[in-house]
């Protein structure tokens, strides 16, 4: 039996419709059994390159990515003799992502949309912001992630008096991450220091299946 190919052009969208294009055209492939595939995802920018291959690659996928003349080429591969292999390291991944050292803990996630903290004088804020991040860094409980969105991404950048405590936050577990769309808004995309660059498809995730939402 020969191998289905398929394109889907994401060319010219921005976050994360790339990413839900992606899934959606893999869902109706499996929902129309196909055994063995290539879907190919093209984009035009390296942050949707990297949002569709994170997503497909936790979906447990083999991926290759080629740059091209007219966009990124983002190659998902399903090959029949490898199916079970990767079902069975995607149900791995997740065992290992769900399972604490308490299991009574509650994942807890901040979402930080703004360099400053609170409203009323700009400086104030900042101040604010710093205390904050120190405060949290020093505290017993710590948040599972923290998500900087808008103007928060540049907490996350070079030049932010909050840089070493994220650090720190991070060697202690804390995954941080931050808003690709905005990081290239703000042209920070090659300034970010601290953290993972990611998408709002993995955002919604990310806050859906956490016990606590805290925005800051």
Do not use: W
């Amino acid at each position: 039996m020969s191998s289905y190919y398929g394109e889907v052009d994401n060319r010219s969208l921005s976050c994360p419709q790339p990413v839900i294009n992606t899934k959606k055209a893999l869902e109706e492939l499996l929902k129309n059994s196909i055994a063995e595939f290539t879907l190919v995802s093209i984009v035009d920018n390296d942050s949707a390159a990297e949002n569709v291959t994170r997503f497909a690659r936790k979906a447990g996928y083999h991926i290759e990515a080629q740059k091209k003349e007219d966009g990124i080429y983002v190659i998902i591969n399903k090959h029949p003799e490898a199916a079970a292999l990767e079902k069975e390291s995607v149900l791995e991944a997740e065992e290992h992502y769900f399972c604490r050292d308490d299991p009574n803990a509650e994942e807890t996630v901040f979402v930080v949309s703004s360099a400053t903290l609170g409203q009323g004088e700009e400086e104030l804020g900042k101040i604010l912001m710093h205390s904050f991040i120190y405060a949290l860094k020093e505290a017993a409980s710590l948040p599972s992630k923290l998500l900087f969105l808008n103007s928060g991404v540049f907490l996350t950048a070079k030049g932010s008096p909050v840089l070493e405590d994220l650090k720190q936050l991070q060697e202690k577990g804390v995954e941080i991450f931050s808003c690709g769309t905005c990081l290239d808004y703000y042209h920070l995309k090659d300034k970010l220091e601290v953290g993972k660059i990611t998408n709002m498809y993995d955002i919604v995730d990310y806050i859906n299946e956490a016990a606590r939402c805290i925005n800051i």
